[in-house]
């Protein structure tokens, strides 16, 4: 490679495939350098002293291909299409990543942090819909963020999506869905199972919010997804069950107790 004293060089780092994220090192002379999406900018003059420089294909996208790899094997040509299209973004506490009206042009996978999306009913009253966040508990709802119908159809969004911390995410726009579905078979296989998966999240969480009662949510949520209570405060987990905080202090105080133990005592005794 040329290098000219004083100039800006630009460098692409690629990534070898699945099983090889591996370390690019590069000894140079820089006093200068800047990491922009895996390109790698390199400033350098005769008289610094030469320093040695390292630089690999950010690890994140890692749980990506893990999370994919369970659902359909991949190739190479597809993880090269995952990992060119997929973005390492930051978005900081309390931004909104999406909102009600607004059309979903990207899907998140979350490597750290949590979020939650949730809706407004015709009474005006908040329900949470998801929590989004990666831990071993997590499943595909928790793992991706997006109005998903929103992202398939490209009209007007009904959910909105809040960061309730800081946030690492890799994002993938709908571009990048559209320009290689036809292409590469195992994409579209992989996409049609996420598709799947989404129906049958979806179709659970209606019918709970439509058929139980709140304790049989509130029961439900103890037995299928207990590691939320650790995780997030009462007042989203209420609007998930679809109450306010107060009402949900009740349903515990229920299920500890019993109704017959909670009524007041006579006078006197």
Request: hydrophobic letters at 40%.
């Given at each position: 490679?040329?290098?000219?004293?004083?100039?800006?060089?630009?460098?692409?780092?690629?990534?070898?495939?699945?099983?090889?994220?591996?370390?690019?090192?590069?000894?140079?002379?820089?006093?200068?350098?800047?990491?922009?999406?895996?390109?790698?900018?390199?400033?350098?003059?005769?008289?610094?002293?030469?320093?040695?420089?390292?630089?690999?294909?950010?690890?994140?996208?890692?749980?990506?291909?893990?999370?994919?790899?369970?659902?359909?094997?991949?190739?190479?040509?597809?993880?090269?299409?995952?990992?060119?299209?997929?973005?390492?973004?930051?978005?900081?506490?309390?931004?909104?990543?999406?909102?009600?009206?607004?059309?979903?042009?990207?899907?998140?996978?979350?490597?750290?942090?949590?979020?939650?999306s949730f809706?407004?009913?015709?009474?005006?009253?908040?329900?949470?819909?998801?929590?989004?966040?990666?831990?071993?508990?997590?499943?595909?709802?928790?793992?991706?963020?997006?109005?998903?119908?929103?992202?398939?159809?490209?009209?007007?969004?009904?959910?909105?999506?809040?960061?309730?911390?800081?946030?690492?995410?890799?994002?993938?726009?709908?571009?990048?869905?559209?320009?290689q579905v036809?292409?590469?078979?195992?994409?579209?296989?992989?996409?049609?199972?996420?598709?799947?998966?989404?129906?049958?999240?979806?179709?659970?969480?209606?019918?709970?919010?439509?058929?139980?009662?709140?304790?049989?949510?509130?029961?439900?949520?103890?037995?299928?997804e207990p590691?939320?209570?650790?995780?997030?405060?009462?007042?989203?987990?209420?609007?998930?069950?679809?109450?306010?905080?107060?009402?949900?202090?009740?349903?515990?105080?229920?299920?500890?107790?019993?109704?017959?133990?909670?009524?007041?005592?006579?006078?006197?005794?």
């Amino acid at each position: 490679m040329m290098v000219n004293d004083g100039k800006l060089v630009q460098m692409y780092c690629g990534h070898p495939g699945i099983s090889g994220f591996q370390e690019i090192s590069f000894r140079f002379v820089v006093c200068y350098s800047q990491s922009v999406d895996n390109v790698l900018f390199i400033k350098w003059h005769s008289k610094c002293q030469p320093i040695k420089m390292s630089y690999a294909y950010s690890g994140d996208a890692i749980p990506l291909l893990n999370y994919i790899e369970k659902i359909v094997p991949l190739d190479k040509p597809t993880v090269e299409i995952i990992l060119d299209n997929c973005r390492e973004v930051l978005i900081p506490k309390g931004q909104m990543i999406s909102n009600e009206g607004q059309i979903a042009k990207y899907v998140y996978f979350i490597v750290s942090g949590k979020a939650w999306s949730f809706y407004t009913d015709d009474a005006g009253k908040t329900i949470t819909w998801s929590f989004h966040f990666n831990e071993v508990q997590s499943a595909f709802n928790n793992l991706f963020i997006v109005d998903y119908k929103s992202f398939l159809t490209q009209t007007p969004g009904t959910m909105s999506i809040e960061a309730l911390t800081d946030i690492r995410a890799l994002r993938i726009g709908r571009r990048a869905f559209d320009a290689q579905v036809e292409q590469v078979p195992i994409f579209e296989k992989c996409l049609r199972k996420l598709n799947e998966y989404s129906f049958i999240v979806a179709y659970d969480r209606i019918f709970t919010l439509l058929t139980m009662s709140a304790t049989d949510r509130y029961n439900k949520l103890l037995n299928n997804e207990p590691y939320l209570i650790q995780m997030f405060n009462d007042k989203y987990l209420a609007s998930y069950i679809g109450v306010e905080p107060q009402s949900l202090s009740r349903i515990r105080r229920n299920i500890r107790f019993g109704p017959a133990q909670l009524q007041t005592k006579p006078s006197g005794s």
